[in-house]
């Protein structure tokens, strides 16, 4: 009986611990919808900053909205150039061997590496380059923050593939880089948009890395070297001003930056659920 | 597209080496990030002891007084809340999901959890100062002061309600996902056959889960529960939005601290003025580096055996 009962307890002290912690994102989504919504308004997204904006004076966040789409676009672009041949590599060129473990290693704790890091970092290598505060810084750091994410999605993407399907493709005599790029990526075609959705809802999102390189103004940026407004920035600035018609603000652009990365993490996991109806493992 | 086969295997190779250059890169990059902050912060690493660094309790740039300890100390302790917060949670959420949850119910509460993994750290920050902050100052706060006089590290005077309390909270939900989709799958990895073993003997589900399940898996929980430490220690914005940003080191829960990060984030644009200051910056990013190398490493190899199995 003793035994039946504590049973009982495990089970609802664990049902309750999981209530809790899906609680805790519907209480964050409710909060920033709740009270971004009354906030957002059609200028907020269409209009840049006019004079005297961050006093409560008119315009809206289009300079930020605009800056995040470019960065995170141009990260991720740059990010996939490097980490696709990567993730090939690893699949096709090194297999399962002692190397491969020992680089999966090094990419896994690069990916726990604190992205204000890698902003310090990309200042650093700013500073080497003569750029200053600039789109370009913006999307190097960035595009460095989002490899080792990208890279870990598309390679276990990768390792899932089935051999045979490569053994085939050797068999009619491919090379291996036809085979890797022709078999195994279209094979995994899905699952790497996955990926790189993924690496671009963290790119987007991510505030440190871009704090330092990226810079902020209230323009739309015309050209690379130009600084850019982002939305985490414009969120974190917005904070920092003690007008409450300003603080309302923040609240629309983080209500507007979280329905972007939700979109980006939705359709990551359309694009996964596709992929596994792909593969058998 | 028809090519001679020497014309492919020139190819074969070109590529072969062109992706080797990328791996190179993505791999050594880890290394670079360590030495390019190394470097950088050298000259201040030359010009005081590291001991002076590590425990100074001053941190007064322009008279070039760079003690860090009252950022390392406010590290430690929004982590250490961070963790006897999650801890509990996660290792009962991870329980649920992999051992009694149904299907359904599973494939509804994953993607949730996935889903906190990726709202950004500002829209963690706004909620802190929305609702985490907002409650500690009205409600936990005058709380304390009534009736917490005499608790060491939770009597308090006053509270503003960011504090270390407010920064251990938002940063607790921030490594929610990390520990509990580890464990989960630590859990899950633990054999069938041993779980029927230990039910067909007699044992309740609870019993079962206690002195077998968790037990093989100890190694493994406790490297999701390591990867959550080094995903809290180098956590930014949201932190920095919530903690106070006072440079002293707290004594209760309720004080403000200045973590390691949010003192680099604050201050990094204006190091250009004063000497050394962008040294002990850089100085200060790669301390922070060096802890979350070390707990993330001890992570994948001391008691990651089991996770390196089974996960990747």
Request: hydrophobic residues 55%.
């Amino acid at each position: 009986m003793k035994r039946r009962i504590s049973e009982y307890i495990f089970i609802g002290l664990t049902t309750a611990a999981t209530v809790i912690v899906a609680g805790c994102l519907i209480a964050i989504l409710a909060a920033v919808a709740i009270k971004g919504l009354p906030a957002l308004k059609w200028s907020m997204i269409t209009q840049s900053p006019t004079g005297g904006y961050y006093l409560g004076g008119g315009g809206g966040i289009a300079n930020a909205i605009v800056g995040s789409l470019y960065l995170g676009l141009g990260a991720t672009a740059l990010a996939l150039v490097i980490s696709l041949p990567t993730c090939l590599y690893l699949r096709v060129y090194l297999k399962k061997g002692r190397c491969a473990s020992w680089i999966r290693l090094s990419l896994d704790v690069l990916w726990g590496v604190p992205s204000i890091v890698f902003g310090a970092f990309g200042f650093t290598i700013m500073v080497l380059l003569g750029l200053r505060a600039s789109l370009l810084a913006g999307i190097i750091t960035v595009a460095l923050f989002e490899l080792p994410i990208m890279i870990r999605a598309m390679d276990e993407v990768l390792t899932m593939v089935p051999s045979e399907l490569e053994e085939a493709a050797y068999a009619l005599g491919a090379t291996r880089f036809e085979t890797g790029a022709r078999v195994v990526l279209r094979q995994a075609l899905p699952g790497l948009v996955t990926g790189i959705l993924l690496a671009f809802g963290r790119g987007i999102g991510d505030a440190a890395s871009v704090l330092f390189t990226a810079g902020f103004t209230d323009n739309i940026p015309c050209s690379l070297l130009e600084p850019a407004a982002t939305l985490p920035l414009a969120i974190f600035f917005h904070l920092g001003t003690p007008f409450e018609e300003v603080h309302q603000r923040a609240y629309a652009s983080a209500l507007i930056l979280t329905i972007l990365v939700l979109l980006a993490s939705t359709l990551a996991r359309v694009f996964a659920t596709r992929f596994s109806k792909h593969t058998w493992r | 597209m028809y090519m001679t086969a020497g014309k492919r295997r020139i190819k074969d190779i070109i590529a072969g080496r062109a992706m080797l250059v990328t791996t190179a890169f993505s791999t050594g990059l880890v290394f670079a990030i360590a030495m390019g902050l190394y470097l950088r912060a050298r000259p201040l690493l030359a010009s005081q002891p590291l001991f002076g660094l590590f425990f100074g309790e001053t941190w007064l740039p322009s008279e070039g007084q760079f003690g860090l300890k009252p950022f390392i100390v406010g590290t430690v302790w929004v982590t250490a809340i961070a963790i006897i917060i999650a801890l509990p949670l996660c290792l009962l959420t991870a329980v649920f999901l992999a051992e009694y949850a149904p299907q359904r119910v599973r494939s509804i509460v994953k993607p949730l959890i996935d889903l906190l993994a990726g709202i950004p750290s500002v829209v963690y920050g706004v909620w802190g100062i929305l609702v985490v902050v907002p409650f500690i100052a009205d409600r936990l706060g005058p709380f304390a002061v009534a009736n917490l006089k005499s608790v060491p590290y939770l009597s308090t005077e006053y509270s503003a309600g960011f504090s270390v309390l407010a920064g251990g909270v938002v940063l607790a939900i921030m490594v929610f996902p990390v520990i509990i989709s580890v464990s989960e799958e630590v859990l899950r990895a633990v054999p069938a056959e041993q779980r029927e073993a230990a039910l067909a003997l007699g044992a309740t589900k609870f019993e079962t889960i206690r002195k077998v399940v968790i037990r093989k898996a100890l190694p493994g929980l406790l490297a999701a529960v390591v990867l959550g430490v080094s995903r809290a220690l180098g956590e930014t914005m949201a932190v920095l939005m919530v903690a106070g940003n006072v440079p002293m080191a707290p004594k209760s829960v309720f004080d403000a601290c200045y973590p390691l990060p949010a003192l680099i984030a604050n201050n990094y644009g204006e190091v250009m003025s004063i000497p050394m200051y962008d040294s002990a910056l850089l100085g200060s990013a790669l301390i922070l580096l060096i802890f979350v190398l070390f707990f993330n490493i001890a992570a994948r190899t001391v008691f990651g055996r089991m996770l390196r199995e089974h996960i990747q």
